[in-house]
């Protein structure tokens, strides 16, 4: 699902990342672990298509990052949740169903709001939230449209106990129904159920 | 859940209507202060088409600039992640962000053209005869806008993403709109005329429609960046931290890193070296800036007459360029968040000897233009002299905006007191370079003149702004 082939990400002269070959199949749920700036944010950009390779390639679903089949198979949740200010989550949701072509936000959004017991910020406005609230919200309209391929930056960071269980059971289900998972995380439980550790040190996966 | 209605975020019409009222508002309004303006800036130009139809060219050539820069696009975290990089079609996104874009600028490009009309024809202003130069403006920057939109995506389209962008159909219908405008003035025609007003209007038509094709393929990852840039500079707004501000407004811009340190050696005295060393461009790049815009201060020396008020204000504005050129390196060193280690006790004389260097600078070219000019005119090379001078030291105090003697005051008067004591320094620079200009205009150092209360009064408010604004920084510092 996820297949990286002699990438490598550089600034001017320092490389901040290089991966020789790296794949991940269906049914995978893969955490990032490193050091903070050993690479795992700007691999999870990457694999996004917010950033662009210095040189190599990727392929998501078999198709290269940024084209409309992989945009289409990946989701991306980042580290401070992306939201628009001027909607409530509700509308968010139904906005990033509908410009992907559906009627109703999926029902992975649906059920995780219910299991992370957020359904009462559905009608509030981003900008009246505490951080564990907009954590929240921003995975839930990430995961408003269809997606094969799910990308998380440190999702547990701000969650309370409870919350963070039910994303982690969350995410291994979704992995077992077939999809991909990956998240970059510190989050010792998060590692424990992950089904593979990727380690990254100084750029490189060890 | 329920069914709730959306409003897509590019298409408020409310929001657009406003804009348009406020916009045709000022297109009434300013005129009248304009006109009134001209009367502290006297002119009296014989005929401004020629400028006018130059101006146009180059704004479509600094699009190219503004392409490799970015282009003219800033779209919200959210909107790059859930629309841009979502498997919606970009060119349905960013459709309606680009002609806000456009209009946003092309009317404020009009009312500029109004307000140049006004200025440049004291007293005999009509509503009328803005028309013509209003719509030039308004073709120049549509054009302006999609040309930059165009350059981008051929600058940045990465070849595997979106191939179409790099084309050679798309790379040579972004260069038909350019070719056509040095055409027109090639020919000898103007941009006032009936062709050359068709010629534009086709151009610009032409640059919007090859823009609007292109959106598909425009790349996020400089989007994203950006976005994330203005979210954080939006928060440093609020909270008045003047200098992230800057920060962000820099990687906003796309503006490059410091790509190379070609002159800096060893054996330098400490000041220059720290001059050199943060040049954020190439040398090339910083000459060929500093040689375009002496060679525009020159031929406005050779070819008008700085006493027009719009000449001296363009003047005004070259000079300004220099003279931020060579304050660079100060500002790229109060850039640096951590600026008390770098501003380290003792470190006046460092700061002293920058200033010193970038005065030098500056004035050696100011001589080299006005040499000439001394035995014909002596009160226009005294006076181009001093626009150089101020030019420089108003350049050096907006460099010096996160100078250390904020951290200074904040611990003297509080962290509230710092927004209108930074807000206060930015505006001193221009208002140092506005009160040069009115006094050069108004021929104020003319040798006759010189001991005149108000020339006499005007040079003591620029040189006083200039010292009051600078003589903290070095004192808090020894």
Known sequence: MIRVKKLKKAYGRVTVLQVDEWRLRPGSNAVLVGHNGAGKTTLLTLLAGLARPTSGAILIDDSAVGLRPAREATTFVPDQPALFDDLTVQEQMLYVAKLNGESEPTGFSLELAERLDAEALLTRFPQAMSKGQRQKAGLLVGTARPFKVLLLDEPTTGLDATSRLALIDTLSEFAENGGVVLSSTHDPELIERATEVVEIAAGELV | ?478
């Open chain 2, 1 to 478: 859940m329920s069914a709730t209605t959306t409003a897509t975020p590019g298409s408020r019409l409310s929001d657009d209507l406003y804009s348009l009222y406020l916009a045709g508002l000022g297109w009434l309004l300013l005129p009248f202060y304009g006109d009134r303006m001209a009367d502290v800036l006297p002119s009296d130009f014989v005929s401004i088409e020629p400028g006018v139809d130059i101006a146009v060219v180059v704004l479509a050539l600094t699009a190219i600039w503004s392409g490799f820069r970015g282009g003219p696009l800033m779209v919200s975290r959210a909107g790059v992640l859930h629309e841009l990089a979502s498997g919606a079609s970009r060119r349905q996104m960013l459709y309606p962000r680009f002609l806000r874009q456009m209009v946003a600028r092309a009317a404020i490009a009009a009312i500029g053209g109004t307000v140049f009309l006004a200025l440049t024809t004291p007293g005999e202003f009509e509503v009328s005869s803005s028309i013509t130069i209003s719509v030039i403006a308004l073709l120049a920057a549509s054009l302006a806008v999609s040309q930059s939109m165009i350059w981008h995506i051929v600058f940045s389209a990465d070849s595997e993403q979106s191939p179409q962008g790099r084309t050679p159909w798309f790379v040579a219908a972004s260069l038909v709109a350019p070719l056509v405008l040095i055409l027109v003035l090639a020919t000898n025609g103007s941009f006032f005329g009936g062709s050359g007003l068709l010629a534009l209007l086709v151009a610009a038509l032409f640059s919007v429609a090859v823009a609007i094709a292109g959106l598909d393929w425009v790349p996020i990852e400089r989007l994203w960046s950006r976005a994330r840039a203005l979210e954080t500079m939006r928060s440093s707004m609020q909270t008045v931290d003047f200098q992230q501000m800057l920060l962000d407004m820099r990687k906003v811009t796309d503006r490059p890193r410091v790509v190379g340190r070609p002159l800096a050696r060893s054996w330098m005295p400490t000041p220059l070296w720290r001059q050199v060393t943060a040049l954020q461009h190439g040398l090339a790049g910083q000459l060929t800036r500093l040689g375009l815009a002496a060679a525009a201060i020159a031929a406005m020396l050779i070819y008008s007459d700085p006493r027009h008020g719009v000449v001296a204000l363009a003047l005004a504005g070259c000079i300004a360029m220099i003279g931020f050129d060579l304050a660079v390196p100060i500002a790229a060193t109060a850039d640096q968040l951590p600026f008390l280690v770098h501003y380290r006790h003792g470190s006046a004389r460092v700061l002293q000897g920058q200033t010193f260097t970038a005065v030098v600078v500056a004035m050696s070219i100011g001589l080299a233009l006005t040499a000439s000019l001394w035995a014909e005119s002596s009160d226009l090379a005294t006076g181009a002299l001093l626009l150089f001078l101020v030019g420089t030291l108003a350049a050096l105090m907006q460099a010096r905006i996160g100078s250390p003697d904020v951290s200074r005051w904040a611990s003297t008067f509080g962290p509230n007191s710092l927004g209108p004591l930074l807000w206060a320094r930015a505006l001193s620079g221009p208002l140092a370079l506005l009160a040069a200009t009115v006094a050069i205009s108004h021929q104020y150092f003319r040798p006759d003149e010189f001991a005149t209360t108000w020339g006499n009064l005007t040079m003591v408010v620029a040189f006083s702004l200039a010292v009051v604004t600078m003589q903290p920084l070095e004192k808090s510092l020894r």
